[in-house]
């Protein structure tokens, strides 16, 4: 699993901090999404699907390598 983050479309809600503490967190600044782990270990990767999923802005995505379809696990 690799994310990525779009700050320019974070709109501060926090959802994925709350969610996945141990892979996000708000920057102290803007409120915008920091990325504090871009390939989070097995154990975590179900919290950040789930931030993934609540985002309302849609600023997080998860990436898929050249020439192969998005990581599934």
Do not use: N
């Not at 871009?38 to 600023?59: E, M, T, W």
């Amino acid at each position: 699993m690799e994310l990525e983050v779009d700050r320019e479309r974070c709109i501060g809600a926090g959802m994925c901090a709350l969610t996945a503490p141990e892979v996000f967190d708000q920057d102290l600044d803007d409120g915008r999404v920091m990325l504090l782990d871009s390939s989070p270990p097995p154990g975590h990767q179900a919290k950040a699907r789930r931030a993934l999923d609540v985002c309302p802005s849609g600023a997080i995505t998860l990436v898929s390598r050249a020439g192969s379809p998005a990581d599934p696990s």
